[in-house]
Each structure stands twice: as structure tokens, then as C-alpha cells.
């Protein structure tokens, strides 16, 4: 197979291209992370604004945000650059509870996520947050026990180490109660 001088040219012509495009993706690639703040770069509209643009597929919507968070979530552990981006996992979690408040899945699993979406490490900031979702899923499920059973688990044990270590002390006496008292209802509820 002989190649002509046209022939030639033209795979000259398409490995320069080839080569500019993939130049100009850099640069482009560049210029956006150098410009964009990460503020911008995972910024998701309020939960009622999504609900609209949705158009109706409000699960499938929630579905979508939880599988970022839980990609955002597990990449926290890779590198510095996804670490960043695990820092708006909760916004994701909150927004997807917003959107589609029936996702019980979330709620259960969203809280031990919560829980340990600081590399691994929990905190009292963390252990608050996988309450606030849970108290939101005990809303929109009063009578799941399992549900009811993680939020007294929360409350009875998760909350004490951020707790005064005084056994008098009233936060710590009534964080044990209420935990106490969720975990005995859970008992007799299904799940």
C-alpha cells in the first residue's frame, strides 16, 4: 500500500490537530481550576429550586445527589484535591432529604456517613449533623424502628463523649433519657 503525498498531508494535518486539542483541553482544564473556587465548582441550588427543575422526578433527582455524596464521601480518601470536595457531602445529603423526603435509605445511611465524613474521624459537629438528618427521617417515618433505634443510639451513646463528664449534669442526663426513651419505642416498632 503506497501512500500518496495527499495522504500524507492529511494524517500530518489530523496528528497536529490532535495534538492541538489535546494542548488547548490542558490549558482550558487549567484556566478553569485556576479561576473556579470550590464554592462555585460544587455548588447545588436549594432543594426547592431543584424540586421545580426536576419536572416531577424528584426521586430520580435525590438519587442522583446521594450517589455524589457517596462518591464525594469515599473520595475523601484518596487524595487532597477529592478531599476537598467531601467537605459539601452534607449539603448533598440535606439537599437530597429536602427534594425526596420518603428516601429512607438516605436517612439511614446518610447519619453513619455523616458520622464519619471527616476522614473517619467523628466529632461533635459530625455526631450533631447525623442527628439532624435522623430527627428529619423520624419526621417523615414516625414509626420506623430502625430509624428511631440509630437516633436514640445518637442521642444515648454516640453524643456522650461531647458531653460533660459530671453524671449530674443536666444536657447528659437528658441526652441519656431521650436516648433511652427512642430506643425503647424503636423495640416495638417494626424494622
Not at 484535591?81 to 429536602?98: G, K, M, N, W
Not at 455523616?114 to 449533623?129: A, I
Not at 417523615?140 to 428511631?148: C, K, R, V, W
Request: with cysteine; proline share 4%.
Amino acid at each position: 500500500m503506497s501512500l500518496t503525498r495527499t495522504t500524507i498531508a492529511a494524517y500530518c494535518l489530523l496528528g497536529i490537530l490532535a495534538g492541538a486539542t489535546l494542548y488547548f483541553q490542558d490549558r482550558t482544564k487549567q484556566t478553569y481550576d485556576a479561576v473556579v473556587s470550590d464554592d462555585e465548582r460544587y455548588y447545588l441550588p436549594p432543594a426547592n429550586w431543584l424540586r421545580v427543575f426536576s419536572l416531577g422526578y424528584t426521586e430520580a433527582t435525590a438519587d442522583l445527589i446521594w450517589m455524589k455524596a457517596v462518591i464525594a464521601f469515599g473520595s475523601q480518601f484518596q487524595n487532597k484535591e477529592e478531599a476537598d470536595s467531601a467537605r459539601f457531602t452534607f449539603d448533598y445529603r440535606s439537599t437530597a432529604a429536602d427534594i425526596d423526603p420518603q428516601f429512607r435509605r438516605l436517612i439511614t445511611d446518610g447519619s453513619s456517613l455523616t458520622m464519619f465524613q471527616n476522614k473517619g474521624q467523628v466529632s461533635k459537629k459530625t455526631v450533631n449533623m447525623a442527628i439532624a438528618l435522623l430527627e428529619k427521617g423520624a419526621r417523615s417515618f414516625p414509626n420506623d424502628g430502625d430509624i428511631l433505634f440509630r437516633l436514640g443510639f445518637m442521642h444515648y451513646y454516640e453524643k456522650r463523649p461531647y458531653l460533660s463528664k459530671d453524671p449530674n449534669d443536666p444536657e447528659r442526663i437528658q441526652s441519656a433519657q431521650l436516648g433511652a426513651r427512642l430506643i425503647g419505642r424503636a423495640s416495638l416498632l417494626p424494622n
